[in-house]
């Protein structure tokens, strides 16, 4: 018997044993996203459960964030792995500027994503027709720590109105946008996302409400005088949203996951992989990841360096880089 008690007790300490390695081999890696309104929160999740269940001994995580400029410091900071991010914020943070002058931040690139739509958003009957109209109004132009702020505040300039002079203006999420205008508390958002966003689609299907989507595609030569080409033409489709009864002339720019300077070749490549052969995964929870191409993968689409693991991934595919 206690012959039996002692192999017992040596099978379970090994068993033990086994489990610990196995959680210590464990890596826990965290993604930023941004609010639960916009479109990164959700692609985020299923990244994050994409990962999890396909990647041997990684746990990933989606954080809850206020978009592309707090991802961007959460990596520099060490406290996320990858980050959601559109093209012009990320290119900020590499090179120290605008909302990163306390330091810049070694990005590199995964994969370039989708195109992120601008939205200028207001209702019938606060009296905005166009981008002018939004002189003297109550104006949100996105959540603190969002790339929504970033682009807003270039597109407001181009529009040769002054963000803090010519508006009351409001930092909401899309959401809290969204909340706001429905309760007449503002009279037009700005908010950069993909396409549909359920905000944006739960305020157009509001009883009593008719949303108007307000042109500004105009603005983006001048943006791109100053930003080095970042911008481009693009249109909110009619019918896009609903009540939405013409198309919506806007400006874009890309999106792209990035990760920080220390992630290995063989992770980087082993993700960037996984994305591409699981992409129906992520188009059954949004339909913008049907972006996710190896087409898409060329340097104009990014300002910021590739990851070569990544890189090596892509090219092996066929793009042009």
């Not at 946008?177 to 503002?186: F, M």
């Not at 950069?192 to 030569?221: F, Q, R, S, W």
């Amino acid at each position: 018997m206690k012959r039996g008690f002692k192999i017992a007790l040596a099978a379970m300490t090994a068993a033990a044993l086994a489990a610990g390695v196995a959680q210590a081999q464990m890596k826990t890696i965290a993604i930023g996203t941004g609010g639960t309104g916009g479109v990164y929160y959700p692609i985020g999740g299923a990244l994050a459960n994409l990962l999890s269940k396909n990647m041997p001994n990684m746990q990933a995580t989606a954080q809850v964030t206020g978009g592309s400029v707090d991802n961007l410091k959460l990596i520099g900071s060490g406290q996320s792995e990858i980050g959601f991010s559109m093209a012009d914020a990320a290119v900020d943070a590499l090179n120290g500027e605008d909302k990163f002058k306390s330091g810049k931040v070694p990005l590199r690139t995964l994969m370039v994503l989708y195109p992120n739509i601008m939205h200028v958003v207001s209702i019938e009957g606060t009296g905005v027709e166009k981008m002018a109209d939004l002189k003297g109004k109550r104006v949100s132009t996105g959540a603190p720590g969002s790339a929504t702020e970033v682009m807003a505040f270039r597109v407001i300039e181009a529009a040769g109105l002054d963000k803090d002079k010519d508006m009351k203006r409001e930092r909401l999420s899309v959401a809290e946008s969204v909340n706001a205008l429905k309760d007449r508390k503002i009279d037009a958002f700005f908010w950069v996302g993909g396409l549909p966003t359920a905000g944006v689609t739960d305020l157009a299907a509001t009883p009593g409400v008719k949303i108007k989507m307000i042109d500004h595609t105009e603005v983006v030569a001048k943006m791109n005088a100053k930003y080095n080409n970042l911008y481009s033409p693009a249109v909110i489709k009619a019918g896009t949203y609903p009540g939405q009864d013409k198309d919506n002339q806007v400006s874009a720019v890309w999106n792209i996951l990035v990760t920080g300077d220390k992630m290995s070749d063989q992770e980087a490549y082993d993700i960037v992989k996984l994305i591409v052969d699981k992409k129906a995964d992520l188009v059954a929870v949004h339909q913008d990841a049907a972006s996710f191409s190896v087409e898409n993968q060329i340097v104009a689409n990014t300002p910021v360096p590739w990851h070569p693991g990544a890189a090596k991934f892509f090219k092996e595919r066929g793009a042009k880089m």
